[in-house]
């Protein structure tokens, strides 16, 4: 379960955010807590949707975190980039990370795996 939480919640929670956050104010970042069963939060997750792709982060910790980006369907479709890491590592990479199309942007569509957990 997870339900949408403000920036300044997850700020709150990971002020690492910070970064991200100003540096893209108007991006369209969403945040959500995602709950276990018992209601206790396991985790914050992040994304942001733009016409060709969506950012997305999953943090567990500051120590352990997961992003990616994924293309949409009419662009090609499929993961292009992802990481696991350190939070403020990753939000680094998220920023430097050109658009589609753009010199050194990520193209090839990395395979899936139903065993990958951000």
Same mark, same amino acid.
């Given at each position: 379960?997870?339900?949408?939480?403000?920036?300044? !919640?997850?700020?709150?929670?990971?002020? %690492?955010?910070?970064?991200?956050?100003?540096?893209?104010? @108007?991006?369209?970042?969403?945040?959500?807590?995602?709950?276990? @069963?018992?209601? !206790?939060?396991?985790?914050?997750?992040?994304?942001?949707?733009? %016409?060709?792709?969506?950012?997305?982060?999953?943090?567990?910790?500051?120590?352990?975190?997961?992003?990616?980006?994924?293309?949409?369907?009419?662009?090609?479709?499929?993961?292009?980039?992802?990481?696991?890491?350190?939070? %403020? @590592?990753?939000?680094? @990479?998220?920023?430097?990370?050109? !658009?589609?199309?753009?010199?050194?942007?990520?193209?090839?569509?990395?395979?899936?795996?139903?065993?990958?957990?951000?």
């Amino acid at each position: 379960m997870y339900r949408t939480i403000t920036r300044n !919640e997850a700020l709150r929670s990971y002020p %690492q955010l910070r970064t991200l956050l100003e540096l893209s104010p @108007e991006s369209g970042w969403v945040f959500r807590y995602i709950d276990n @069963e018992s209601g !206790e939060v396991v985790a914050l997750a992040g994304s942001r949707s733009l %016409q060709r792709y969506t950012d997305a982060i999953f943090i567990f910790d500051r120590h352990e975190v997961g992003a990616a980006r994924v293309l949409d369907d009419a662009y090609g479709g499929g993961c292009v980039w992802k990481k696991e890491g350190d939070l %403020q @590592e990753i939000i680094y @990479e998220l920023l430097a990370l050109p !658009e589609p199309g753009e010199p050194g942007a990520p193209a090839l569509v990395k395979a899936s795996s139903l065993l990958w957990t951000p």
